[in-house]
């Protein structure tokens, strides 16, 4: 599958083709690759998107990666996080270069049933820094959580438990992530400053966090930040390459689909707590965005 990038053609890089490019070096499923220590290798130029979500850490040697536009300088304890929507159009790599590689499809990720508020975290520090340089004791938590997830699902296929095993640790390996990266955000925004259309886009993702269940319209959020909805979608398009309706649909859906994972609450239910109109209106939207019914998204889970 391909699709354009300001009238270039992106490259997009499946599941099943990455399972081939690891396949004698890494752990693969249907939903998840996990390479050990590899040395990362220079790209050409013609952009590339994953279908799932990507975290690398840098262990030693120095690249050039550009993400969206931006170009970014990765050193030792460089730590990369792309979403599905991540366009790579550079990747420049020192020959000492090494690293390990994890990606998680969105199935795997709606599986472990993220928290909507930890899930902003990781959303609002990845969709304006993708790139982060964690201290020497950070990085040596995370590897370890990571080499013991790397173990198990290397080892794995011989136990009924596997499957839980597996998503208990990558639980884990996420909330030791979402640790580190809530001591990057800033506690409290500081709008006066030079960065103030940061500190606008922390602010509206915190209030998106404890207003999304009742609240959808761009035009909500500006008045609560005292901008205009233009003004707003400007933030949001420079920051995440998305505007601001799209980031309200994306935490929406997430919502939605932790509400439709427990099994006590109806799907009528979830609709009257996501404060749509009527079952058959939240459907739609549902539909529209996920591509499957609230239903069959519920029964297929």
């Given at each position: 599958m391909e699709r354009k990038n300001h009238g270039e053609e992106v490259h997009r890089i499946s599941i099943s083709r990455l399972k081939k490019t690891f396949a004698e070096e890494s752990y693969s499923s249907d939903n998840i690759i996990m390479s050990p220590l590899i040395t990362f290798r220079s790209l050409d130029s013609a952009?590339?998107?994953?279908?799932?979500?990507?975290?690398?850490?840098?262990?030693?040697?120095?690249?050039?990666?550009?993400?969206?536009?931006?170009?970014h300088e990765l050193r030792t304890n460089s730590l990369v996080m792309l979403r599905e929507d991540s366009v790579v159009s550079a990747l420049k790599c020192s020959k000492a270069c090494r690293g390990y590689l994890m990606t998680y499809?969105?199935?795997?990720?709606?599986?472990?049933?993220?928290?909507?508020?930890?899930?902003?975290?990781?959303?609002m520090?990845?969709?304006?820094?993708?790139c982060i340089r964690l201290t020497d004791t950070e990085a040596a938590h995370l590897h370890r959580v990571g080499a013991l997830l790397a173990d198990v699902v290397r080892t794995s296929g011989k136990s009924a438990y596997d499957n839980r095993i597996i998503t208990s640790i990558f639980s884990a390996f996420f909330y030791s992530l979402v640790a580190v990266l809530n001591t990057k955000l800033p506690s409290e925004p500081k709008i006066e400053n030079q960065s103030r259309t940061d500190a606008l886009m922390a602010e509206f993702i915190r209030i998106l966090g404890t207003d999304c269940e009742r609240e959808r319209s761009v035009e909500y959020y500006a008045s609560k930040l005292g901008i205009s909805p233009k003004y707003l979608s400007l933030i949001c398009k420079k920051k995440t390459?998305?505007?601001?309706?799209?980031?309200?649909?994306?935490?929406?859906?997430?919502?939605?689909?932790?509400?439709?994972?427990?099994?006590?609450?109806s799907i009528q239910?979830?609709?009257?707590?996501?404060?749509f109109v009527s079952q058959s209106f939240f459907g739609k939207y549902f539909k529209q965005r996920v591509g499957i019914s609230p239903s069959r998204y519920k029964t297929h889970e």
């Open positions: 952009p590339r998107t994953i279908d799932g979500i990507t975290i690398g850490i840098i262990c030693n040697g120095k690249a050039k990666i550009t993400i969206n536009g931006r170009n499809s969105r199935n795997f990720l709606d599986m472990i049933n993220i928290a909507t508020s930890d899930f902003l975290s990781v959303y520090v990845f969709s304006t820094t993708p390459g998305k505007n601001a309706s799209k980031i309200i649909d994306d935490v929406v859906i997430h919502r939605a689909k932790d509400l439709l994972l427990q099994t006590g609450l239910e979830v609709a009257d707590r996501l404060n």
